[in-house]
């Protein structure tokens, strides 16, 4: 079946029991047995849950993997799969990871005795030059936020499976309609159900999907020990999302591409960051990677003066982290998503004062592009 088919319809049969189309919230933590080690399934509510069983299997299905494992957060799901390493162990990360993941690696993980080696995982002689034979897991973000460099998937997990070491792709910013990191060759695809998935800025949540048995059985396990797991109406929230994601997804990246090739074209804008123009560094590495470009750009105002002057003239488009949901979200890297990381690091990425990043969310083009219009003219 179809992507399309298989958003609406994987995990999501009709409940058996009244044969309601819409799986049930199951809001309960436990489940009554008919006698000692008689039960349905189900026992207790932190190792599994109906409604979010359900939303696993719906997306290991999207990702084309055969395991998933939904957490409280995408942060939660991100350290429940580094909790499959152990003390002196290393990892790989890419230089410009979402800044709440460079923060649990550097100021919790350490603590554990992880490492991490941050290089820039577009060049593959760094990934190449930074693999170590302590090294067990390569985890990147392609395109990164907000500057939107790609990764070669399918190259790095080429390089990293010469070393056994198994490739982790965070792949909030696509979703798996854009983009599949599982088909590309890499091993553990991770996310933010907050954004995409859910789509509608109403939950926050995580997921890691993979296909490896003998690790998804460790992360079940792990997942029930440590217990971060995602609650029945936040699964039964992202189920709902996730049904519309096709044509989310295809319209976040027609208005994309709209507001991106406008911005490009206006006298008071000095750049646009957008894989989906032909003048992005990386657009031929997109168009192969990815279905579509999504609704993540960043455009450069000049000044932080400039950023400000648009930031607060903006009547559609809203002032607000995060991303992915069906508004349009703006925002100003600098002080407010990447705050925490420091002045030199960020002049390094790519992350000016003037730098604005825009969520293009899938109201009419014409009104988000009048919105910025406006707010550029003053
Ligand atoms: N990964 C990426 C790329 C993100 O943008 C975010 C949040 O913004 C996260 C992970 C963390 O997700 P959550 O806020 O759901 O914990």
Redesign the pocket.
């Known amino acids: 079946m179809g992507f399309a088919t298989d958003a609406i319809h994987i995990g999501q049969e009709p409940d058996p029991a009244t044969g309601a189309i819409i799986v049930p919230i199951y809001q309960t933590s436990t489940y009554v047995q008919e006698e000692l080690g008689k039960h349905k399934g189900y026992e207790y509510a932190r190792t599994s849950n109906p409604t979010r069983a359900a939303l696993e299997r719906n997306l290991a299905a999207l990702e084309g993997g055969r395991f998933g494992f939904a957490f409280a957060?995408?942060?939660?799901?991100?350290n429940a799969l580094l909790t499959l390493l152990k003390s002196g162990d290393h990892v790989l990360a890419g230089h410009n990871?979402?800044g709440?993941?460079f923060r649990l690696f550097e100021r919790v993980l350490t603590n554990f005795g992880l490492s991490f080696t941050y290089v820039n995982t577009c060049a593959l002689d760094q990934v190449q030059a930074a693999l170590r034979p302590d090294t067990r897991m390569v985890f990147i973000?392609t395109p990164t936020?907000p500057v939107l460099e790609i990764t070669d998937i399918a190259r790095v997990a080429r390089i990293a499976h010469e070393h056994n070491v198994p490739v982790a792709v965070?792949n909030?910013?696509m979703s798996p309609y854009l983009q599949r990191p599982l088909e590309l060759g890499a091993d553990i695809v991770?996310?933010?159900?907050?954004?995409y998935l859910n789509g509608h800025s109403d939950g926050?949540?995580?997921a890691v999907i993979l296909n490896d048995s003998a690790m998804a059985e460790r992360l079940r396990f792990n997942q029930n020990a440590a217990g971060a797991v995602l609650g029945p109406m936040d699964s039964w929230l992202v189920l709902r999302g996730v049904k519309t994601l096709a044509v989310r997804m295809g319209q976040h990246s027609s208005n994309g591409m709209a507001v991106a090739e406008h911005l490009a074209a206006h006298p008071k804008v000095k750049g646009v960051h957008y894989p989906g123009l032909e003048s992005h560094p990386q657009h031929a590495l997109a168009r192969k990677q990815m279905k579509a470009f999504g609704g993540m750009l960043s455009f450069e105002t000049g000044s932080l003066e400039n950023a400000k002057v648009v930031l607060k003239s903006v009547k559609l488009c809203s002032l607000a982290?995060?991303?992915g949901g069906v508004e349009t979200l703006i925002s100003h890297p600098a002080t407010m998503?990447h705050a925490g990381v420091p002045p030199e690091s960020r002049s390094r990425i790519g992350i000016t004062d003037g730098l604005v990043r825009i969520s293009v969310g899938i109201e009419d083009a014409e009104d988000i592009i009048a919105d910025l219009d406006e707010a550029l003219r003053h």
């Open positions: 957060s995408g942060m939660a799901a991100i990871l979402y709440g993941t973000e936020n965070d909030t910013f991770v996310h933010s159900t907050t954004k926050v949540g995580g982290e995060s991303l998503t």
